[in-house]
């Protein structure tokens, strides 16, 4: 089997969420059984395969792999990203921001990687403060990086720091927010808040229509929190703005 070919069956096992048989493929390349060693490529993939697994065993004998015999993570941008996404998904947070720390290339797809690992550990400010630190580095966030920032306000409750940076995305760094960004983002925010009203305000303020999961995200903080009125107020207007995909959201 050629590398070009190993390359390729690595990509589409990935691609098709054959995790388990990426890592078995990878073990089998250990001991030689397919006559070929692994490569830089197969590097990528194979910490994003123990990351959906979360399978931090196997994931951090791939790193040692990586050290042993080809190079310091930290030298290759990508190898590096694999790595703090692994770490991070796998619960070992200070491993991802150690290698992080020590990767001599970064781009905003490893912020944004190293932002997300601190949202799903529930560091909001921690993920806040990486914000400020990729001005520094001269890296420009993009929405990826806004909808992760926004889900670690979510999970560590900042509702004014999630509305701070809402409202920095275009003055500070020409982004046009999104409806992701609208729902998960600001709505989720402030409707697990409590902020029922504010939620209102901010809809009919909206420069994006709302959609179906707008719906569901606003429907799920009124039910939380017993606002029955403010549900069907809200309800109204979004069958009034969108009816037909929300009347189906509803109904289904």
């Known amino acids: 089997m050629e ?16 995790a388990f048989e990426v890592l078995l493929l990878f073990k089998d ?10 490569t830089d490529p197969t590097m990528v ?4 395969a123990s990351s959906q697994l979360d399978v931090l065993e196997s994931g951090a ?20 990203t694999g790595l703090v996404d ?31 690992g601190l949202a799903i550990h529930g560091k909001g400010k921690e993920a806040i403060r990486f914000l400020d630190l990729l001005r520094v580095c001269g890296v ?19 509702v004014e720091e999630g509305l701070s940076l809402f409202d920095n995305m275009k003055v500070k760094w020409d982004l046009e927010p999104n409806k992701q960004h609208y729902d998960r983002c600001v709505v989720d925010l402030l409707g697990k808040a409590g902020h029922l009203n504010e ?26 929190h017993g606002d029955v009125m403010m549900g069907e107020k809200v309800g109204k207007i979004l069958l009034q703005l969108q009816p037909e995909s929300i009347s189906n959201d509803l109904n289904g």
């Not at 070919?5 to 690595?10: A, G, K, R, S, Y």
């Not at 070992?92 to 997300?116: E, G, H, P, Q, Y």
């Not at 420069?207 to 429907?219: M, T, W």
């Open 86 to 116: 692994m770490y991070s998904k796998c619960g070992c947070l200070d491993s991802a921001l150690s290698i992080f720390r020590f990767m001599r290339d970064k781009n905003v797809l490893t912020w944004t990687t190293m932002i997300t």
């Open 29 to 38: 390349m250990l001991i030689d059984v397919c006559g070929v060693k692994p």
């Open 3 to 18: 590398c070009n070919d190993n390359w390729v069956l690595f990509s589409s096992k990935k691609a098709n969420d054959c």
């Open 140 to 158: 420009k966030p993009n929405a990826v990086t806004f909808t992760s920032l926004f889900s670690a306000c979510c999970h560590a409750g900042l």
């Open 61 to 80: 004998c791939v790193h040692g792999y990586i050290e042993k015999t080809i190079y310091m993570p930290d030298n290759d941008m990508f190898v590096g």
């Open 45 to 48: 993939c194979v910490p994003s």
């Open 199 to 224: 939620v209102y305000r901010f809809i009919m303020g909206m420069l994006v229509k709302p959609n179906a999961i707008l719906s569901r995200s606003l429907s799920s903080a009124c039910n939380v």
